[in-house]
């Protein structure tokens, strides 16, 4: 979830830079289109400029205002892609019939303008966008011969909306093979994305039963440690389990049942928990839990829950009569303290279960004396027989 906020954050941001560089675009025409008539070749005067002007820099701004405020986000192209260039458009299409003598100055800008599009819009709508860019110079250029007749010149437009044309359908072939390899880069980048999401996976997951491991056990220890001291109102409680007399399955059934019952095992424990809750492999035989919002009691009936489905779980067909168990030790986060006390607590717990007889819960406070103090080590190797 953090990762899907900090992509869109990010693609906002790429949104908002994108409408600034238009804003900056409108801006550096109306820049030039002043100095030209600062230096006399374009008869329109301050006011008349600024008539004609302030508006499309105002609208321009306005995208990047909206962009702003979030309120693009429910829209179908969120970047507005197409809005954007029909507004960028609408100045100097505008200035052909009622300035002339930025024609010139108005082409230039529309065929910048047509390269914005290549980098978001798909070639049908590129193809479409760029028609109807093409098509209103048309019309404004009519338009000028109507209301300017006899002072300009027919052919000279004619030659210009030519050459625009051929311009803008090299443009639009060049977006095609923009389009082309954006398809690809971002083909590749979701193949990507899928194999490092792969990898991630199998990096905290126990290949024989599928569950969690010891490595995202530790993380989510951490996580849930650092939650638990900085919110009084979230707490988590451990659960050490470990199956009774595991070597015997092996010993007498072989290790490919014995990974089948691992398999069944590590099933059983995940379907007894809920969503919020984690089961992980700490290896051989021992599984934990990390129960999220649950306190000891709570643990207990999870425990003994798994203990009584593993009770019905048969081994094998040619013993079917042959039943396994499972010890259970469980204690709860204390605040403050280093997580490794409260393994070192839970691991004491499940020590003391196999110590009065196995098959059964066991429960260790902080408080209680020694808690936590037994000599055995939270981190273990194949862990068969460790603690039978």
Not at 22 to 50: K, Q, Y
Not at 127 to 139: C, E, H, K, Q, W
Request: proline fraction near 3%.
């Amino acid at each position: 979830m953090a990762s899907e906020i900090t992509t869109q954050a990010l693609r906002q941001k790429l949104r908002r830079r994108r409408a600034i560089v238009a804003l900056a675009g409108c801006g550096a025409f109306v820049f030039v289109a002043w100095i030209a008539c600062g230096a006399g070749l374009v008869e329109l005067g301050p006011v008349g400029f600024w008539v004609l002007f302030g508006p499309w820099l105002v609208g321009a701004a306005a995208f990047v205002l909206f962009i702003d405020s979030g309120l693009n986000l429910d829209r179908r192209d969120p970047a507005l892609t197409i809005p954007q260039i029909l507004w960028a458009a609408a100045g100097p299409i505008l200035l052909v019939p009622f300035v002339p003598d930025f024609t010139e100055l108005s082409l230039l800008g529309l065929l910048t303008i047509g390269l914005f599009g290549a980098f978001r819009l798909s070639n049908v709508r590129y193809l479409l966008t760029n028609l109807v860019l093409v098509g209103g110079l048309g019309v404004a250029l009519v338009l000028q011969q109507v209301l300017w007749s006899g002072r300009v010149d027919l052919s000279a437009s004619l030659i210009g909306y030519a050459a625009l044309v051929c311009a803008f359908g090299v443009v639009t072939a060049v977006g095609f093979e923009l389009n082309g390899f954006r398809r690809q880069l971002t083909e590749r980048n979701d193949e990507l994305t899928v194999a490092f999401d792969r990898l991630r996976e199998m990096a905290v997951r126990d290949d024989l039963t599928g569950i969690h491991n010891r490595r995202f056990l530790m993380d989510v220890l951490a996580q849930q440690k650092a939650l638990a001291d900085r919110s009084p109102n979230h707490h988590f409680t451990l659960c050490y389990l470990d199956i009774d007399h595991f070597k015997r399955v092996n010993d007498v059934f072989g290790h490919a049942q014995g990974d089948r019952v691992l398999r069944q095992f590590a099933r059983i424990s995940a379907e007894a928990v809920r969503d919020v809750d984690y089961v992980a492999r700490l290896g051989g035989e021992e599984f934990v839990l990390v129960l999220v919002g649950t306190d000891a009691e709570g643990a207990r009936v999870v425990a003994e829950r798994i203990r009584d489905q593993l009770s019905t779980l048969a081994i094998s067909d040619a013993d079917p009569e042959f039943r396994i168990s499972a010890s259970a030790g469980i204690t709860e986060y204390v605040t403050g303290e280093p997580v490794d006390r409260t393994c070192a607590r839970a691991d004491a717990a499940l020590y003391r279960a196999k110590a009065d007889g196995r098959d059964q819960v066991v429960l260790v406070d902080a408080d209680e004396p020694d808690a936590g103090q037994m000599p055995l080590p939270m981190v273990v190797g194949s862990g068969e027989g460790r603690r039978s």
